[in-house]
């Protein structure tokens, strides 16, 4: 099994950066893709930014030009950083990662718990 632990979020007003950290852990074979999604409220989740094992990263248009996403393979872990935070970029992010358990050969997708950002204008 693993484990997605994510952190970093808070309160910031517009304007600010925040970076959040997710850290994979367990009996990991593989990671073959890390990415972060966000939750608004009342709202469906929504997919954010993939990096995955080769290197190579997408971000969604809406936060392209503010958000980056960057991996640590040796750590295993992802981050979001995240600058020039809008209110509408309110919500819980979740981290998540395509992942081969050890004695298993397909991945499996694993979820963070969230962590909430929350940007005041």
């Known amino acids: 099994q693993a484990q997605l632990v994510e952190s970093g979020g808070g309160s910031v007003q517009a304007g600010g950066s925040l970076r959040l950290s997710c850290t994979a852990s367990?009996?990991?074979?593989?990671?073959?893709?890390m990415a972060w999604y966000r939750q608004a409220p009342g709202k469906e989740r929504e997919w954010i930014a993939t990096?995955?094992?080769?290197?190579?990263?997408n971000h969604a248009d809406s936060v392209k030009d503010r958000f980056s996403i960057f991996r640590d393979y040796a750590k295993d872990m992802v981050y979001l950083q995240m600058n020039n935070l809008k209110p509408e970029d309110t919500g819980v992010y979740y981290c998540?990662?395509?992942?081969?358990?050890?004695?298993?050969?397909?991945?499996?997708?694993?979820w963070g718990q969230g962590t909430q950002v929350t940007v005041s204008s």
């Open positions: 367990g009996s990991i074979s593989r990671i073959s893709a």
């Open positions: 998540n990662a395509a992942l081969i358990v050890r004695g298993t050969r397909a991945p499996s997708d694993y």
């Open positions: 990096q995955v094992s080769g290197g190579a990263k």
